[in-house]
């Protein structure tokens, strides 16, 4: 069971709980309640981020010969982090045209798309995996620049972050680099070019000892 998150653009609203008091089906049209979820909802129903890959006729969600246009890569990779990296799934419209196939332009989009994907999660500077604390630091052992960090919990347990704090350590001193609320499956957290050894995740709230599937840091 899933919700839709308010829009057709790919943009999931912040927090983004997986729990809800709300199921939804919509015609991606009209304005609903409960689109942040609930962090203590009754309902196990995950947001879907849904967005077409073209524009222009028919919102882009069926083929026309002309008249429409590619999202750029750029784009698709944004929607990726505003509907995976806010802890929601992401449903990509892909076109067939007239003969049965998805055009050859949107194959390639895809594949750009793809490699461009890579980039954002593949290749970390550092990463723990399995993490159960409320407090724990990266060593990077030697100063890096930084500018992401994607991490998730063990969603087998739930949803037990709430408040979450980020801090590198710059100049012999913590500096804070970013806070969030919901965390959920994934989150992806950016922040403007910084140079550290070390990035400290900090759990301000929970309902019980978080269960950190990964915790990745990367320059991109």
Known sequence: M????GNEEGRAPYPNWSRSDFTTSATGTIVIDGLNGNPNGAIWCPGEADFPMRTGWQGGWFWKENG????SVDQLVDSY?????RNSNMLLGIVVDTS???PKEDVNRLAEF???LTTVISHPIAIVKNKAAEDFTLDLKTPKTVNQVIFGEAIQHGERIRKYTIAAWIDNNWVNIGSGESVGNKRIHKFDKIKTSKIRFHVVD???????????????
């Open 2 to 5: 899933i919700r839709w998150i």
């Open 68 to 71: 429409q246009k590619l999202l």
């Open 81 to 85: 982090y505003t509907s995976v990296g």
């Open 100 to 102: 049965g196939l998805v």
């Open 114 to 116: 793809g490699r461009a």
């Open 206 to 220: 929970s309902t019980a000892t978080p269960q950190i599937k990964s915790f990745a840091v990367y320059d991109i």
